[in-house]
């Protein structure tokens, strides 16, 4: 489950460009319960890009819901520091939540 602001962070270093990537395409599944506050960023040097965005927005939710596999997209054209890092999955909450998953996370090209 995610807790206490823990992160699943995909590294890859300087391989992820704005210019030649569209963004990261994921599935995401709130279990049972749903409702769980994370965030999904781009990643450069340790650090999260602004602007973050909660996982149920890039999903184009209020909530990431209970029961359902929902499709997200975060798109890398707001990021123009250059080549970033990796990106990472990261809990909005400093306590425990309800188990959430996450599948076919995978970055997107231009065609």
């Not at 319960?33 to 890009?49: D, E």
């Not at 149920?56 to 997209?73: D, T």
């Not at 080549?83 to 996370?105: A, E, H, N, R």
């Amino acid at each position: 489950p995610p807790n206490n602001w823990q992160a699943v962070w995909f590294y890859c270093s300087g391989c992820l460009d704005p210019e030649i990537h569209k963004g990261v395409e994921f599935w995401v599944h709130g279990g049972t319960a749903g409702g769980q506050k994370m965030l999904v960023a781009p990643v450069l040097v340790s650090s999260f890009l602004n602007p973050f965005v909660e996982v149920a927005h890039a999903c184009g939710l209020e909530e990431i819901p209970a029961n359902q596999w929902v499709k997200g997209f975060l798109p890398f054209a707001p990021y123009q520091e250059g080549p970033m890092d990796g990106f990472w999955f990261q809990s909005m909450d400093p306590g425990s939540q309800p188990t959430v998953y996450l599948d076919d996370i995978r970055v997107i090209g231009f065609p």
